[in-house]
């Protein structure tokens, strides 16, 4: 802490993973005698820089972007980027973290990073979002490389920016290779792979809920957010036979109790770019309750009563009173899809309960192993169907809920997938690192 002020999400992050790991330190001394912890929370790089953009008034803006190049002992770098105001060092350094354990439990050959810049793209022309993300890629692309670092996107974060930053990074480097994930399927991008997160994080429910002789058919589900991940987890959610009830975005949320409509979702938020109230205007008996309206220190989606809820928006939008209305209400699966969505004691309140709980590192690695599938394809220059892609997913996360709960198993908490997930993704990347000797 000392080393890091005012990094809040960053020392949540690592203090869940460090209480994880006290058990295996116990039964294998030697990742303390070779300083892997130490070692493990200091970013091999971290690159902090100016982007000045003109925007559509002639004046020049100036925001800050980040790359922290976190740790590359089992595979390049691998991590996305995130457009937001909120974005500074605590977050990225958070994301890029996490990213290094979920990687490592993916079973796939990438080490950790994450990216960003506080720049909020809301409100901004398409012709300002190209000219902010080529000023962004003008300093990147020096860093990146097909074995090297390979970003993707997040929050803020889609197909229309990859496309601008990919569009740079080939005009600076005169080639065509993938150093990016989550492009266009014209210019080298995967099937599957918008959907890949939010199927993913529905895959590893259906998982948990399996291994204990249940399934989501017939069951009402809770989702908050309403972008990439929270559309194609309500897209898989129908496939798999479950109803989803509610979405959200920072303006309020949506209560639709008949289920929300897919097609419309998609027109509010991929073609018009719309507030979530405009849900509201076109199927009048849902109801929306904007955040003014929610109760203090509350996000209202979780009160509605559900058997699995999936967050996905963003960081510690689940909190402890959250938590305790779900388990109240008789929820008994939680699927993180965002990053770190649950705070620490709403965590707590989950293990406690002993529900199929589900953290981010194992249930949303989805989006990033298929980012890898992506990766292979481009090596190959190959493109690969749908299904087989989608296939490919479903058995990673299979693969990821097996390693977790195997290893929960080994340490005596058999349901427990923090401690499962820390310990597994952990193991691997620290062998890694013994192996390759001290940097
Ligand atoms: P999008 O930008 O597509 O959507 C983000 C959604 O979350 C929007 O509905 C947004 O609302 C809402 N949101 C963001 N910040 C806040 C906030 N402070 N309060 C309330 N709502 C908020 O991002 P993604 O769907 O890609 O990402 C969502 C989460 O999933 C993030 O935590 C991300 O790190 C994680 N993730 C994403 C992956 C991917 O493949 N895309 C992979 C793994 C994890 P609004 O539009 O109003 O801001």
Redesign the pocket.
């Known amino acids: 802490r000392k080393n890091n002020p005012g990094e809040p999400e960053f020392y949540q992050a690592v203090e869940e993973v460090l209480h994880s790991l006290a058990p295996l330190f116990n039964k294998e001394p030697k990742y303390q005698k070779h300083k892997i912890v130490e070692r493990l929370v200091e970013p091999e790089r971290q690159i902090i820089f100016r982007v000045a953009w003109i925007d559509d008034k002639g004046e020049v803006q100036v925001n800050r972007g980040f790359r922290v190049q976190y740790n590359s002992a089992i595979g390049p770098y691998k991590g ?1 980027i995130r457009f ?1 105001p909120s974005v500074y060092s605590g977050i990225i350094k958070f ?1 890029g973290f996490e990213q290094i354990l979920k990687n490592s439990l993916s079973g796939l050959a990438i080490g950790g990073a994450k990216g960003g810049a506080n720049f909020d793209p809301k409100g901004k022309s398409d012709n300002e979002i190209m000219r902010f993300c080529q000023a962004f890629m003008t300093e990147l692309y020096r860093h990146l490389g097909p074995t090297i670092d390979v970003p993707a ?4 974060v ?1 197909a229309r920016e990859i496309g601008y930053m990919y569009g740079q990074y080939k005009r600076l480097t005169h080639a065509h290779e993938g150093v990016l994930t989550g492009k266009g399927l014209l210019w080298g991008g995967s099937l599957a792979r918008k959907e ?2 939010g199927y993913g994080s529905v895959y590893f429910a259906d998982e948990m809920l399996k291994s204990r002789n249940q399934g989501l058919e017939g069951k009402i589900c809770t989702v908050s ?6 559309i194609y987890t309500i897209e898989k959610l129908y496939q798999l036979g479950a109803t989803p009830v509610t979405v ?4 309020g949320m949506i209560y639709h109790k008949s289920g929300i409509k897919l097609d419309v979702l998609k027109q509010v938020k991929e073609k018009e770019q719309a507030r979530i109230s405009r849900y509201a205007e076109l199927c009048p008996d849902a109801v929306f309750t904007p955040v003014s309206a929610y109760p203090k220190g509350r996000n209202a989606v979780w009160s509605v009563p559900c058997q699995a809820a999936f967050p ?4 510690n ?1 689940l909190n402890l009173e959250d938590a305790t209305e779900l388990l109240k209400n008789g929820c008994i699966c939680v699927s993180e ?3 770190m969505p649950s705070t620490a004691d709403a965590v707590n309140a989950f293990l406690a309960a002993k529900i199929s709980y589900a953290p981010a590192k194992c249930s ?1 690695a989805g ?2 192993s298929t980012s890898l599938l992506e990766m292979s394809q481009n090596a190959v220059m190959m493109q690969w169907s749908f299904d087989e892609v989608d296939a490919k997913l479903k058995g990673i996360m299979s693969g990821i809920f097996d390693g977790a709960s195997r290893t929960a198993k080994e340490f005596g908490e058999p349901h427990n997938l923090v401690l499962g997930g820390n310990i597994a993704g952990f193991r691997k990347v620290a062998d890694a690192m013994i192996d390759l000797g001290v940097y």
């Open positions: 996305g937001h994301l996107g997040d929050i803020g889609g890949a997160t957010g309403s972008g990439n991940v929270a959200s975005d920072s303006s996905s928006a963003t960081q939008e899809g965002a990053n949303n989006g990033v």
